[in-house]
């Protein structure tokens, strides 16, 4: 597998712009937990951040869901680069698999483009 060819996923690590994602941004409901998506015309480079309760579990799980929550979000980069900023907020506390991660998250983008599509 060669790595090089994988989409570069570009970290929002600013404190402001993350707060105003989360005062402002779209918001999609799923299973795991709440995306918010933005859409500002005047930024041109896409950046995603994932926020984890501590709640979710130790250290050890929570890492194991950034790194699927990463991979999902490489893996369907070009439905993402619609929105120049992106938000995973993971709340679900109990296992979950890749698999079904991924399946729950493209159902619900999905539903959410249809829905906001229909509206224009």
């Known amino acids: 597998m060669?790595?090089?060819?994988?989409?570069?996923?570009?970290?929002l690590k600013n404190r402001?712009?993350?707060?105003d994602l989360l005062d402002h941004g779209q918001k999609v409901f799923t299973k795991y937990g709440i995306i918010f998506l933005s859409n500002n015309d005047s930024i041109t480079d896409h950046?995603?951040?994932?926020?984890?309760?501590?709640k979710c579990g130790n250290a050890v799980k929570r890492n194991l869901i950034k790194r699927?929550?990463?991979?999902f979000i490489r893996d369907h980069a070009d439905m993402?680069?619609?929105?120049?900023?992106?938000?995973?907020?993971y709340l679900f506390q109990g296992?979950?698999?890749?698999?079904?991660?991924?399946?729950?998250?493209?159902?619900?983008?999905?539903?959410?483009?249809?829905?906001?599509?229909?509206?224009n």
Not at 2 to 11: E, H, M, V
Not at 95 to 119: F, I
């Open 2 to 11: 060669n790595l090089s060819n994988q989409p570069r996923i570009d970290s």
């Open 16 to 19: 402001n712009e993350i707060k």
């Open 47 to 54: 950046k995603s951040a994932i926020l984890i309760k501590k």
């Open 68 to 71: 699927r929550v990463r991979s």
């Open 80 to 89: 993402l680069k619609k929105y120049n900023r992106s938000l995973f907020l």
């Open 95 to 119: 296992n979950m698999n890749y698999k079904e991660l991924k399946t729950v998250y493209l159902n619900a983008l999905n539903k959410y483009e249809k829905s906001v599509s229909s509206v």
